[in-house]
């Protein structure tokens, strides 16, 4: 864990490291957008030698991803020639939409069934909301548990063989017309949906409520 100490660390000099590792991590670990990012170093072996190095330590590691939940970042005095590792845990949280209640299959969600609430990202990998609006007026595809992320996948914003507006738009003018969806989709997914007058199936981008539009 480390080599080379000359003098036995003190209470002072042990904080000095673990501060050391910890802003190395805030400095080059990149911060969630809209989030936020903690971290915490682990306690040191007191009977590491150390000393009060004359310059500022030097500090790296060989990560710099917020997913990860640990990353050992190794502290050094080169001018004393002394070095030690020190693990420092991550924990990186973002707000992401939760229900407030027990949510069931082809439900609408309502602004009063869901909220936002920090996530940590080690504990949840998978493609969550987080933006109310996104998920409001969304039918649920499959039941969602009190305090549960409501996932991309539990929902469906236009839903497949219902009935969707579909709105072409072309040089400023908007022509809607009426079809029916091919697939589900989220906002912004974009999806098959068959023009119910023509027959003709054509593909537009999910932005609202039953809702496809067309730019041309």
């Known amino acids: 864990m480390f080599s080379f100490f000359v003098h036995s660390a003190t209470e002072s000099q042990i904080e000095q490291i673990r501060t050391a590792a910890e802003q190395h991590i805030l400095s080059t670990v990149e911060q969630p957008a809209g989030g936020n990012l903690s ?16 310059e500022p330590l030097d500090t790296s590691a060989s990560s710099t991803s917020s997913t990860r939940s ?93 009935k969707v507006t579909i709105k072409a738009v072309k040089s400023g003018m908007t022509i809607t017309t009426q079809g029916t969806a091919l697939q589900d989709g989220s906002a912004g997914d974009q999806v098959r949906v068959k023009n119910d007058k023509s027959q003709r199936i054509i593909e537009g981008i999910v932005t609202g409520i039953a809702e496809i539009t067309i730019t041309f």
């Open 39 to 54: 971290v915490n170093a682990a306690n040191i072996d007191p009977r590491i030698k150390a000393t009060d190095c004359p």
């Open 70 to 162: 640990n990353i050992n970042v190794l502290v050094e005095c080169p001018v004393d020639d002394w070095k030690v590792y020190v693990p420092v845990r991550i924990s990186a949280s973002v707000p992401m939409i939760v229900s407030t209640r027990q949510l069931g299959r082809g439900e609408i969600i309502s602004a009063s069934d869901v909220t936002t609430s920090m996530i940590e990202l080690q504990r949840f990998r998978k493609n969550g909301f987080s933006n109310m609006d996104q998920v409001i007026g969304s039918k649920l595809k499959r039941n969602v548990r009190l305090g549960d992320v409501v996932e991309r996948n539990d929902v469906c914003v236009v839903c497949r063989n219902e």
